[in-house]
């Protein structure tokens, strides 16, 4: 649905939406990714071994290291975001709309390490309804910040790809903070 709305703002938009989510945030996605399967596996272990107080401190330890990724993520992704569009190859049009898009994701690139790490907390410890309450909430939430910011609807700015970016972190963080 948001890259039906970004199509809206024409081709350097929408390639460089696709380029930033299918190249630099994949590889984001891929090392969150495995590491809530390693902390739903080792919550789920010591929950099913009836080990309470282990399962929190895995918890707490996987809290501590997704902020730390996410920090690190921003410090490093934000002044390199140019760069790391530029190794792909893509035209100047293309690098101007993605570098603003690339460095508001990756800054508020939080919410999403904190859903995704969150939800393998809750699914490792036996629940994966409130995940999945959390997941449908934070893509209705996504896809009206993204609407309302891309399209400048009821009196916010008309941001374009920006806006996009701007939704979907909106979306993320308050996911994020819902799974918290």
């Not at 490093?76 to 570098?99: D, K, Q, R, T, Y």
């Amino acid at each position: 649905v948001d890259l039906a709305m970004i199509t809206r703002l024409g081709e350097d938009a929408t390639t460089a939406v696709i380029v930033s989510n299918q190249s630099v945030r994949q590889v984001i996605m891929m090392l969150v990714m495995g590491a809530s399967f390693g902390a739903q596996g080792l919550i789920g272990r010591s929950v099913g071994e009836g080990r309470i107080e282990s399962a929190e401190h895995v918890a707490g330890q996987i809290v501590i290291l997704g902020a730390a990724f996410a920090i690190l993520v921003a410090a490093v992704g934000i002044p390199f975001a140019g760069a790391m569009l530029s190794e792909l190859n893509v035209s100047p049009e293309v690098l101007a709309e993605g570098i603003p898009y690339l460095q508001i994701t990756l800054l508020l690139n939080f919410g999403f390490v904190f859903l995704i790490l969150f939800s393998a907390i809750l699914q490792g410890a036996g629940d994966s309804a409130t995940p999945l309450g959390i997941a449908l909430l934070q893509t209705v939430v996504s896809l009206a910040a993204e609407w309302i910011l891309i399209f400048g609807k009821f009196g916010a700015p008309q941001l374009g790809v920006m806006g996009a970016a701007l939704g979907l972190g909106v979306g993320q963080l308050v996911g994020g903070l819902l799974a918290f």
